[in-house]
Structure formats: C-alpha cells, structure tokens
C-alpha cells in the first residue's frame, strides 16, 4: 500500500518561510511525479505544482512562482515544498500526492499525504 | 487557465437517493478529468480518473461521465459514508484546476 508521510504543523510569522516534507513508501519513487496542493480555512482545493523525482522538472502555479520550490531526494524517497515570503493568506493545510500518468488519460492524485497545517500569524 | 465550475455548490439528499453532480470546464478538457472525495480533517481521495474509470476500491455507486467541457459525477444510491464534498480537478493543461467544489450533506 502507497504511503505518503508528511512533517508536522508549522506556525509562522509573516516574512518567513516554512518546509513541508513528505516522505513516500511502498512505490518506486521514481517512477511517479509529485504534487503538491493547499487548502485555506473555508476554501477549496488549490494545486501549487509538481515535481518529477526522476529528472528534478519542476511546474508550478503561477501566483506562487517565485515563492515556492519543490525538491526531492530520492536517497530518502522524500519530498519538499518550500514557501517563502510567508503572508497570513498562505495559512492552510498542504498535502502532498502522487501523481500518476495514464497515456493519453492525464494525470490524477491517487494517495495522498495526512495533511500538514501551517498557520501564518504574528 | 482553465476554470472549472461545478454545480450545485451544496445539496441535501437522503440516504438511497441518485446524486449527480456536474463540472464545466471553461475549455475543452477531453476527458482528463477526475474526481476526488474530500472529508473533513482527512486526505482527498481519488473516485473517477480519466472522466468514468473507477479508481481501485471505490464502490460501484460511484461512476463519472463526459468529456470536452462537460462532466458528471453520478452517485447511484447514496451511503451515509458519501456525505461529503467533493471536487473535479483536470489535468488536460497546467495549472491543474479545481472546481470549487460541491458539498453534500445529510436531508
């Protein structure tokens, strides 16, 4: 069974940055991108971007390009989001998931990580 | 980008009813469409892919159709368990979009 294992909540005060990891098991890493995606307090799903741990390609939402940036480390099978620049808007909870190509079919989230709450606060 | 709008944003139905919900997408999608169910406090989870395959371990009640720019997601006789929100998501360009979601909630 996929398994995808994410740090614990974070607060922060607005300037700042915050690192969000998630740890895969269960899978070849390698084989399957990963993306990232929040949720603000009464709001719905928002997708901030994707990795590949294959090649280290990178595609990120606009309004964050600049903000964030995506790693991984396939020694660990760990994924990273990082934020910077952090504003009270940023509070959500991040979730990490796999992404799985179908050929022809596009992309879909198939397990997720449990959620991680960062709060944004001075 | 390509926006997705789902409808109704909220519904109440009792358990054993036919739910459906509908997904535009403001250009068309072809059919790399999904759908995911999302609990509060708990991970989203992955229904329909590829706008009407059935994911791994989900119950047969749920099914998905369409392609282009419209899309349903059908829930054939509604569980207790299926209270809910759920969210169509397409992956024909980036940004991969969201609908805003619909919640489903106990009549």
């Known amino acids: 069974q996929v398994h995808l294992v994410q740090s614990g909540p974070e607060v922060e005060r607005p300037g700042a940055s915050v690192m969000v990891s998630c740890k895969a098991s269960n899978y070849t890493f390698i084989n399957y991108g990963i993306s990232w995606v929040r949720q603000a307090p009464g709001q719905g799903l928002e997708w901030m971007g994707w990795i590949s741990p294959y090649n280290g390609n990178t595609k990120y939402a606009q309004k964050l390009q600049g903000r964030v940036t995506m790693t991984t480390d396939t020694s660990t099978n760990t994924a990273y989001m990082e934020v910077r620049s952090l504003r009270s808007d940023d509070t959500a909870v991040y979730y990490c998931?796999?992404?799985?190509?179908?050929f022809g079919s596009g992309t879909s989230f198939d397990s997720w990580g449990q959620g991680t709450l960062v709060t944004v606060s001075s | 980008d390509i926006q997705m709008t789902q409808s109704p944003s909220s519904l109440s139905a009792s358990v054993g009813d036919r739910v459906t919900i509908i997904c535009r997408a403001s250009q068309s999608s072809s059919t790399y469409l999904n759908w995911y169910q999302h609990k509060a406090g708990k991970a989203p989870k992955l229904l329909i892919y590829?706008?009407?395959s059935l994911q791994s371990g989900v119950p047969s009640r749920f099914s998905g159709s369409g392609s282009g720019t419209d899309f349903t997601l059908t829930i054939s006789s509604l569980q207790p368990e299926d209270f809910a929100t759920y969210y169509c998501q397409q992956s024909f360009s980036t940004p991969w979009t969201f609908g805003q979601g619909t919640k489903v909630e106990i009549k």
């Open positions: 590829a706008a009407s």
């Open positions: 998931a796999r992404a799985r190509d179908f």
